[in-house]
Structure formats: structure tokens, C-alpha cells
């Protein structure tokens, strides 16, 4: 069962181009991605120096800063688009919507 709109074709967008795309139009998701991950990494990394914290104390401050940091980038994304829907100047050549 397919939509009508739906393709499965080989000439559809590959993975790689609609990241693109959509990067395009909410340029703060792969930035949150990206400090998600860089949360982690640095997190997993200063494991193994956490001195006498606790095992459970010291991924609760990971968890917590990497959720920081996506609600950030999400926060700063909407406040972008709420910019170019609202404030941003528009170009009269183009129709209203």
C-alpha cells in the first residue's frame, strides 16, 4: 500500500540530499545533532577522570547538558523561523502567502 505521491524509485532524493535540504530550511537541528554528540563524546571521554563521582551523578550531568544543548539549538531554530516568517524583510517580487 503506497500514497499516490508516494515513490520508491531510484530517482527519488537520496538520504545525503534531503539532510541537505532540510538543514537548509532549519539550520539549528543538525547544529543541536552535532552538540548532542559533542555532549557525549566529551562526556564519555572524561569517564575515566571523573575522579570520586559517582558512576550515576556523572551521567546525569551528561544527560543533562546534552539536553540543554538540544533545547538551545531548538529554541534558537524557532526563534529563526519566527524571524523569517515575521520580521524578516520580504521581497516584493515574490507573491504573499
Do not use: N
Amino acid at each position: 500500500l503506497s500514497s499516490p505521491g508516494m515513490s520508491w524509485s531510484s530517482d527519488s532524493e537520496s538520504q545525503t540530499s534531503k539532510l541537505v535540504r532540510k538543514s537548509r530550511d532549519a539550520p539549528f537541528v543538525p547544529i543541536g545533532m552535532a552538540g548532542f554528540a559533542g555532549v557525549v563524546a566529551y562526556g564519555l571521554y572524561r569517564l575515566k577522570s571523573r575522579g570520586s563521582m559517582k558512576m550515576s551523578v556523572h551521567l546525569i550531568h551528561m544527560r543533562v547538558a546534552a539536553q540543554g544543548f538540544v533545547v538551545g539549538a531548538v529554541t534558537l531554530g524557532v526563534i529563526y523561523s519566527m524571524y523569517k516568517e515575521y520580521l524578516a524583510p520580504r521581497d516584493p517580487s515574490q507573491s504573499s502567502k
